[in-house]
């Protein structure tokens, strides 16, 4: 991958970054609607599975032949991870987020 392409892939993936954080703080005047995972401390919520929805849909959008490993059920069942595969974690640190902390 040359220098170039490597450098329009960051610039595409932070402006998707900065309108997922848009979406974020805006959905956090609403009531979070929480579910559990694993077990009672693995949670998600429906921001969560917006935002990595979100970055999905623009991955594959604009990047069709991509691979994509999503936290939230919304990536590819990929056999390898040759080429260029991104590696969703829609908002790292759920639990802060639903208690509203900064840190996450």
Do not use: C
Not at 69 to 93: K, S
Request: no cysteine; net charge negative; glycine share 6%.
């Amino acid at each position: 991958m040359d220098s170039d392409y490597r450098n329009q892939l960051f610039e595409q993936a932070k402006e998707w970054i900065f309108s997922a954080g848009k979406r974020i703080r805006e959905s956090m005047q609403e009531p979070l609607q929480i579910e559990t995972k694993s077990d009672e401390n693995d949670l998600v919520t429906i921001v969560d599975k917006q935002t990595e929805n979100f970055f999905a849909s623009a991955i594959r959008s604009q990047y069709p032949d991509h691979g994509l490993l999503g936290e939230e059920g919304y990536g590819d069942a990929l056999d390898n991870l040759d080429g260029t595969v991104w590696i969703i974690d829609p908002i790292d640190g759920t639990m802060n987020f639903v208690h509203q902390k900064k840190e996450f």
